[in-house]
T-cell receptor
């Protein structure tokens, strides 16, 4: 069965630095990967989607990469701010018709 | 406001009881997904409906059932509740073949006592 893992449960970084979160998948080839932000007690909020034929996507201070050889996606937040503190979820699906499978998330804390 | 409405926000009930969680998807979205989130398991996919028809089932217990009505709202029914069913239940809607992800509601926090 498809498995998606976010290796770090928690990550602490200093304000202004770049945060890098990792997502690995095994046993399948996802059609795309997505990243979400979740604040405590709230629903996940969609951030970025990257397809299997894309290497990199950017949106403001966010950047996502997709390496099909390493079976890995990296999520970067540049010039991080305390307001970026949240849990970030990686998710993937085999195709547009199959439901997303989520990783357990990485809790990011940006310290001023 | 994400456009996906879930009610109720909180629910406290006793073991053995039955509850119904409701979800109204974002306008124009035909797909509704239900997910369960507990501290140790993360977000677990339960079931997917598209335009009133069941499309996929995940790790949904036999005690749980769902449906999507002609107006596209969906209900998740949980019966014979156990302590372990305590969790956050999220509904998400999606516009197929788009470049956007799922739109989640704010969830229903279920506590079984």
């Amino acid at each position: 069965s498809q498995k998606i893992e976010q290796n770090s449960e928690a990550l602490n970084i200093q304000e202004g630095k770049t945060a890098t979160l990792t997502c690995n998948y095994t046993n399948y080839s996802p059609a795309y990967l997505q990243w979400y932000r979740q604040d405590p007690g709230r629903g996940p909020v969609f951030l970025l989607l990257i397809r299997e034929n894309e290497k990199e996507k950017r949106k403001e201070r966010l950047k996502v990469t997709f390496d099909t050889t390493l079976k890995q996606s990296l999520f970067h937040i540049t010039a991080s701010q305390p307001a970026d503190s949240a849990t970030y979820l990686c998710a993937s699906a085999r195709s547009g018709n199959t439901p997303l499978v989520f990783g357990k998330g990485t809790r990011l804390s940006v310290i001023a | 406001d994400s456009g996906v409405t879930q009610t109720p926000k909180h629910l406290i009930t006793a073991t053995g009881q039955r509850v119904t969680l409701r979800c109204s998807p974002r306008s124009g979205d035909l797909s509704v997904y239900w997910y369960q989130q507990s501290l140790d398991q993360g977000l677990q996919f339960l079931i997917h409906y598209y335009n009133g028809e069941e499309r996929a089932k995940g790790n949904i217990l036999e005690r749980f059932s769902a449906q999507q009505f002609p107006d596209l709202h969906s209900e998740l029914n949980l019966s014979s509740l156990e302590l372990g069913d305590s969790a956050l239940y999220f509904c998400a809607s999606h516009r197929d073949y788009s470049n956007y992800g799922y739109t989640f509601g704010s969830g229903t926090r279920l506590t079984v006592v």
